[in-house]
């Protein structure tokens, strides 16, 4: 099992450009996530998704999207990039069963806008 | 709502020396408490967790213990490695939902030979 995969590994933008970061995962859970970490602010939650056809905002949802295209993948998209979103991202996922709801992490996406 | 404080860092230590990283946990019940770790250029892994009170987790020679009198989860590994630098979160679910994670600030881990 590969596990949590995501793409691109890094990329660069400008100001104003857009992009989909994509996120598959291959464990048959239900529940699948987006964060950002930035130095010093820890992991903050943009959107996560508790099972195939809903999504929701968390914490820090402006300037994203998302959609989860079916169980397996979920996909954050940027519209148009400000330097504020340079971040690296990690997509999550957990099965969200009853007592078992750790969550297992992406190797994330390093963005940087200009 | 629920959440989890943790010792800042960077902790730094030599090789074969005991690392502790204190961690406390405000919460409404006995929610599953969880440590992660991130090494270097990496996504964060589940290192242990605890799904009740006085239950203790342990993976890699690191444990932690569910105390729910001093609501404290900390974390312990008796001889530590250079391979151990990392960042260490402790977490809990969030309380407006069972399936979000609240997440530490995180303490990063220095061990040098």
């Known amino acids: 099992n590969a596990g949590v995969t995501q793409t691109p590994k890094f990329q660069v933008l400008k100001t104003g450009q857009s992009m989909t970061l994509q996120c598959a995962q291959d464990m048959n859970h239900n529940s699948m996530y987006w964060y950002r970490q930035d130095p010093g602010m820890g992991l903050r939650l943009i959107y996560y998704s508790a099972s195939e056809g809903t999504t929701d905002k968390g914490e820090v949802p402006n300037g994203y999207n998302v959609s989860r295209l079916n169980k397996r993948e979920f996909s954050l998209r940027l519209e148009s990039a400000a330097p504020s979103q340079t971040s690296v991202y990690f997509c999550?996922?957990?099965?969200?069963?009853?007592?078992?709801?750790?969550?297992?992490f992406g190797p994330g996406t390093r963005l940087t806008v200009l | 709502g629920n959440s989890v404080t943790q010792m800042e860092g960077p902790v730094t230590l030599s090789e074969e020396a005991f690392l502790t990283i204190n961690c406390t946990y405000t919460a409404t019940g006995y929610p599953s408490l969880f440590w992660y770790v991130q090494y270097p250029g990496e996504g964060l892994q589940l290192l242990l967790k605890?799904?009740?009170?006085?239950d203790k987790g342990s993976n890699k020679g690191f444990e932690a213990t569910y105390r729910k009198e001093t609501t404290s989860f900390h974390l312990e590994k008796g001889s530590v490695q250079v391979s151990d630098s990392a960042v260490y979160f402790c977490?809990?679910?969030?309380?407006?939902?069972?399936?979000?994670?609240?997440f530490g600030a995180g303490t990063q881990v220095v061990v040098t030979p």
């Open positions: 605890a799904t009740k009170a006085d």
């Open positions: 999550a996922s957990s099965p969200l069963a009853e007592g078992y709801n750790e969550q297992f």
């Open positions: 977490a809990l679910p969030a309380s407006d939902s069972w399936g979000k994670l609240q």
